[in-house]
């Protein structure tokens, strides 16, 4: 084997360990993260960690991509072992898989969808992973459109700036469906996360017990509600 690939094995598995010990971080001290404390723990000496990551920010922006590229490959695999047609199971096996995954996950969770970071601003090449779970249900609604298996609806037009947000993000991840819809899925995928991070964030302790069975009926509305029958 080639020096250069032993360096880089190397370099791959340190970069690794050192994102393996930046999230236990997250358990205990969000995202108010410290190299000093991760080199700490890695028994390295503090310069020597910024040969991986410049900075705390460079940290958290791999954090951020890993967090976001581990939930849309969730929701990619949860949504494909899914017949095509069934518009309504698709659209539940994704929301189903963002709450799985953040259940599972939630201090990541937290990194991406909870309060921002001071001082920290995410550079632009986080777009594309943080966009893979919501390119997902555009996928769901365009075939649902193409298929004729959407009800129309007769809410009111936005005002103009609204509407062109819409057709800007309906042109980008749901081409062919009315933006009548595409309004109400937005809707339907802020509220997903609303009820994500209520239960991550323990809004729902002493109220909402069976959160499994709470969750199927939220989610199963909103799809009614976007017009999937």
Request: charged share 25%; net charge negative.
């Amino acid at each position: 084997m080639k020096a250069t690939s032993i360096r880089a094995r190397v370099r791959a598995e340190m970069t690794d360990e050192i994102k393996t010990i930046a999230r236990r971080h997250l358990a205990t001290d969000g995202a108010n993260l410290s190299l000093r404390a991760v080199a700490r723990d890695l028994g390295m000496v503090s310069s020597a960690i910024y040969r991986y990551f410049p900075s705390r920010d460079d940290l958290l922006t791999a954090l951020i991509l890993d967090a976001y590229n581990s939930l849309g490959e969730s929701v990619e695999k949860a949504e494909a072992a899914v017949p095509r047609e069934a518009s309504t199971e698709r659209w539940l096996a994704v929301c189903h898989a963002v709450r799985d995954w953040a259940l599972e996950r939630p201090h990541e969770y937290a990194l991406i969808y909870g309060s921002p970071v001071p001082g920290y601003k995410a550079p632009e090449d986080t777009v594309a992973a943080a966009t893979r779970a919501v390119i997902v249900i555009g996928r769901v609604l365009h075939d649902a459109a193409v298929a004729g298996a959407l009800a129309s609806t007769d809410d009111p037009l936005p005002v103009p700036e609204v509407a062109e947000d819409v057709r800007r993000i309906g042109a980008a991840i749901a081409a062919d469906v009315p933006e009548a819809v595409l309004i109400r899925a937005l809707s339907a995928w802020v509220t997903l996360f609303g009820q994500v991070s209520f239960e991550i964030f323990g809004q729902l302790r002493n109220s909402i017990e069976a959160r499994d069975a709470f969750f199927a009926h939220q989610m199963l509305a909103q799809a009614r509600y976007v017009g999937l029958s």
